[in-house]
């Protein structure tokens, strides 16, 4: 196994890490200069603790999600398993042919967070991860929320919708593919898909 950083964004790290003898990312929530030091560390306790709540909550609905070994709510850690796969991104890219039986796992997915008031917030392909025995992965809960409603679930649509649109413009049809399925598997869809056109005409006119 090689340790060593895997991407860096705006508010963690992520390392690919050695955990008493298993293969595990860490995410470490990094001070910012810019914020007073109390400030900061009460910022990264809760979001830390937030998106270890967001993730367990997320693998009892059946979403499957990476499992956390350990948190470290002072130093604004999560360890957790590393899951073995290529990002939805990147099997669409390649294999744009499965993008049928890829979208529908999106929508089923999704439907399992909704259906328990789960949210991802931040719901693109870069954040599935389609593991080797073909289950889809859901990573990066750092937006996330629990006890949600119509609003957050909308958000989420939207959000995945203009991911699809943009970053897969080419695979026609592959937003309706997660619609359809979504709806067969959530049970309040036609209110959520109602919120997403909402939140689109708030979009148009601000």
């Known amino acids: 196994m090689i340790n060593g950083e895997i991407c860096k964004g705006a508010e963690a790290t992520v390392c690919r890490i050695d955990y008493h003898g298993r293969d595990a990312v860490l995410k470490t929530r990094f001070k910012k200069k810019y914020r007073h030091p109390d400030l900061d560390k009460h910022l990264r306790l809760l979001r830390t603790k937030n998106e270890a709540r967001v993730i367990c909550d997320a ?48 929508g089923e997915v ?21 593991s080797k025995g073909g289950v889809l992965c859901l990573i990066d809960f750092s937006l996330g929320d629990t006890n949600i409603g119509l609003e957050e679930m909308g958000v989420d649509i939207h959000l995945l919708e203009r991911d699809l649109t943009s970053a897969h413009s080419s695979i026609v049809g592959a937003f309706e593919f997660v619609v359809d399925s979504y709806k067969a598997c959530m049970f309040d869809s036609k209110r959520v898909l109602e919120k997403v056109e909402e939140i689109k005409g708030r979009a148009r006119y601000t």
Do not use: F, Q
């Open 59 to 106: 693998r009892r609905a059946g979403v499957r999600s990476p499992i956390i070994y350990d948190v470290d709510l002072e130093g604004g850690g999560i360890t957790m398993e590393y899951i073995y796969g290529d990002t939805a991104k990147y099997v669409l890219d390649v294999h744009p042919e499965r993008a049928r039986e890829i979208c529908r796992k999106i």
């Open 110 to 130: 999704v439907a399992k967070l909704h259906n328990n008031r789960i949210s991802h917030g931040d719901l693109t392909t870069s954040n599935m991860i389609l």
